[in-house]
């Protein structure tokens, strides 16, 4: 039999004839498989050609443009990524990024600010294609609107109040884009575009380049192929959602692979995070979706951490020890945490 990820439809949950089904839907594609793709979404589709256009152009850019923003001059983890610069699971990434967050001061250190404030901070933004931070800007107020509104759906489906979640975001949402290529592959090169790794925020929205696969979802053990619908973003749940339902909800495994040699992929996961010193809430569930709630996943290497802050660094440190290296020395090699 041929698996494939759900397709859900938000705009069902517009009409109040449909909205109940929406979040059983929603529900129950969370709970097996962890992902699904969304559409009925509202993102106007002028802007998703807008962000694949100018991630084009800037992955055109000279070497030297590109590397004006280079991350490891960046103490919050900002800016661009070249390829091979990322790890997962400790084996290097094929694609070059650039990361983007919410345009923020930097909190200055001290004996009692916890080390994930270094996560905040400004980005750098490429002088060379000032178009980068207008679409990105956009891009990020509206795909936060749709997460917003996921979650609202996430929590009345988990017979929650609507506005549960609302209080970890709060006014500094540690929000995070990437704007990623893929390069083809080289003769004798890792086929690893991005390892196997949970996200460890609250949910992703994905939008691939229509036409390129590479993506994928962990299911039953074995690989699921998640190639992009047009139209479409792949949405799927972190750690932070896996906490609050004790498991019920899943941060399902995934990967993506390096493309065809020759080939390329543009990819532009935007990353909805509470704030960095939010707790998040552990919910009680109904006894009915308690009973089916396997427990927060137990991995020694990887905790899942209630502070969110504490939660993306140690996800950061693992991947990015050359910035560790420079800025954050105490960190590195990473320490283990707990809650």
């Given amino acids: 039999m041929t698996d494939h990820l759900p397709v859900l439809d938000l705009s069902l949950a517009d ?21 699904f793709y969304l559409v009925g979404h509202g993102i106007d589709p002028s802007l998703t050609g807008d962000i694949i256009s100018v991630a084009r152009e800037f992955f055109a ?28 699971q400790g084996k290097v990434d094929w694609r070059e990024q650039i990361d983007i967050g919410p345009e923020r001061a930097a909190v200055p250190s001290g004996p009692a600010v916890p080390d994930y404030w270094a996560l905040q901070g400004p980005n750098l933004w490429p002088t060379a294609l000032p178009r980068v931070r207008e679409v990105v800007e956009t891009w990020n107020a509206s795909l936060s609107g749709v997460a917003t509104r996921l979650l609202a759906e996430w929590a009345e489906s988990l017979e929650q109040p609507r506005d549960v979640f609302d209080a970890t975001f709060g006014d500094t949402p540690a929000t995070l884009t990437k704007v990623v290529r893929y390069p ?25 380049e229509p036409g390129k696969a590479g993506l994928q979802v962990e299911r039953h053990g074995e690989p699921l192929d998640a190639p992009p619908i047009e ?70 290497s990887n905790p899942i951490l209630g502070v969110y802050g504490e939660n993306l660094l140690k996800s950061r440190v693992r991947a990015h020890p050359d910035v560790t290296e420079v800025h954050h020395p105490h960190l590195s090699p990473p320490q283990q945490r707990t809650a």
């Fill in 231 to 300: 139209g479409a973003f792949i949405v799927n749940i972190g750690e932070m959602l896996e906490w609050a339902t004790d498991g019920y909800l899943k941060a399902t495994n995934h990967r993506v692979l390096a493309p065809e040699p020759g080939t390329d992929r543009i990819s532009v996961p935007y990353f909805h995070n509470p704030a960095l010193d939010a707790t998040f809430p552990k919910l009680t569930l109904p006894e009915e979706l308690a009973a089916q709630a396997p427990g927060v996943t137990l991995d020694e």
């Fill in 15 to 35: 009409d109040p004839a449909t909205a109940a089904q929406f979040r059983e839907q929603l529900r129950e594609a969370t709970h097996d498989y962890g992902f």
């Fill in 61 to 88: 850019l000279p070497e030297a443009d590109k590397l004006e923003i280079e991350n490891v001059t960046s103490p919050h983890y900002r800016g661009y990524t070249r390829v091979g610069g990322e790890r997962t």
């Fill in 184 to 208: 083809g592959r080289v003769e004798g090169g890792t086929t690893q575009g991005v390892g196997w790794h949970n996200d460890p925020g609250v949910l992703t929205l994905l939008y691939v």
